[in-house]
T-cell receptor
Framework: GDSVTQMEGPVTLSEEAFLTINCTYTATGYPSLFWYVQYPGEGLQLLLKATKADDKGSNKGFEATYRKETTSFHLEKGSVQVSDSAVYFCALSDYYDMRFGAGTRLTVKP | SAVISQKPSRDICQRGTSLTIQCQVDSQVTMMFWYRQQPGQSLTLIATANQGSEATYESGFVIDKFPISRPNLTFSTLTVSNMSPEDSSIYLC???????????FGQGTRLTVV
């Protein structure tokens, strides 16, 4: 079945460092791909999405490109802030099901 | 997009009792789901809440333990029955407009069973 493999971390960075969180997927069809963020004590918030190959999703300085050839959807940000500290989930949806990765905890230190 | 209100946000319950969690969406949605999230873990799908009919449960979850109702397109409840400490977790309500689109989440219910 469809699945998502995500770099688990935890990841600790200094403020203004470059962030990459790796995400690869396995799917039989052509899924939509998502990144969600979860701040402490809260539910998941959609961060960005891409619905087809070569689409780039972006939001709040975060970007991810849907790479069909490498089945990847890596999350990047050029300069992280302390306020970006959270857990990040990669997810895919192939019509009905939505599958989540294990989550990556990011801590950004001043 | 959809805004999801979930309550209670947290509760501490005695073992053997039941807790009902409510989920209200601010717009009509096609799909509603209930997830469980153990501390530091990913999300595990409990069931899909079907309007006007029995929920569809994932492997390992049964209706007697987690009865779910969805009387209309914007409201659902999850009951955690006969609770034990192993049921301590975060329970999340989710909704999607259409299949393949993004999911929206409530803020979660943090349940502690003592």
């Amino acid at each position: 079945g469809d699945s998502v493999t995500q770099m688990e971390g935890p990841v600790t960075l200094s403020e203004e460092a470059f962030l990459t969180i790796n995400c690869t997927y396995t799917a039989t069809g052509y899924p939509s791909l998502f990144w969600y963020v979860q701040y402490p004590g809260e539910g998941l918030q959609l961060l960005l999405k891409a619905t087809k190959a070569d689409d780039k999703g972006s939001n709040k300085g975060f970007e991810a490109t849907y790479r069909k050839e490498t089945t990847s959807f890596h999350l990047e940000k050029g300069s992280v802030q302390v306020s970006d500290s959270a857990v990040y989930f990669c997810a895919l949806s192939d019509y009905y099901d939505m599958r989540f990765g294990a989550g990556t905890r990011l801590t950004v230190k001043p | 997009s959809a805004v999801i209100s979930q309550k209670p946000s947290r509760d501490i319950c005695q073992r053997g009792t039941s807790l009902t969690i409510q989920c209200q969406v601010d717009s009509q949605v096609t799909m509603m789901f209930w997830y469980r999230q153990q501390p530091g873990q990913s999300l595990t799908l409990i069931a899909t809440a079907n309007q006007g009919s029995e929920a569809t449960y994932e492997s390992g979850f049964v209706i007697d333990k987690f009865p779910i109702s969805r009387p209309n397109l914007t409201f659902s409840t999850l009951t955690v029955s006969n609770m034990s400490p192993e049921d301590s977790s975060i329970y999340l309500c989710s909704a999607r407009g259409w299949a393949g689109t993004e999911a929206f989440f409530g803020q979660g219910t943090r349940l502690t069973v003592v």
